[in-house]
């Protein structure tokens, strides 16, 4: 059997088989198995982000009866929470992913490529990595759109994407058309994403960090192209 063809094919599959299940898995768990996962306590001790107190600002009475505390970190927790839940009820992550991958420009398309270390919080049990590319990806959307946009988005998505096949959420507001706690929550959760690096609120290399290389060199490129055309 081991001098066939097919011996030779099978041997092979599963020594690749246990290479990548040494790579993929067991070598990032060792890696990480002594640092503590964050929790809910750890993630909003920095703070609020700055869109949750917008909510609060812009929709007093539905936030009050939403979060009748304010905009605590008790409430943006809870907020956060129940942000992902809703998440992974409605799909969303079926077509939006929450992984920037090195590929396809997509660092210049999301921002940062994400690390291993960026997962390592309760809410990214289980890891929303997607299934396809049909919308942009999440996981950088902290601050790139602001709370309006999202609000837009969320009640009809071709009012702001004109070409979009996402659905209506209208569930998510009141009978006044107004966000209703789902509604902020889920635009909390997907403001926050991403809130955590050095270049938020400037994915695209505007902020302090400045530009990267490839970034500069993408714009360089956009703009030649334009001139000589």
Known sequence: MFESKAGVVLIAGLFMFALAFVVMGLLPWLIYIDQPEQSMADLVADGVTPEFFDLAERFPEQFKQSFPDGPTREAFASALKRGRDIFIAEGCWHCHSEQVRPVSNEDLRFGPVSHAREYHNVLQRPVLFGTRRVGPDLFREAARHSNDWHVAH???????????????????????????????????????????????????????????????NAVALVHGEREGS
């Open 154 to 216: 969320f009640y009809q998505p071709t009012l702001v994407a004109p070409t979009s096949v996402m659905p209506s959420y209208q569930w998510f507001y009141d009978e006044h058309d107004y966000p209703n706690r789902d509604g902020m929550s889920i635009i909390t959760y997907v403001q926050w994403l991403g809130s955590w690096l050095p270049e938020y609120p400037y994915f695209q290399g505007e902020g302090p960090m400045g530009p990267t290389d490839r970034q500069k």
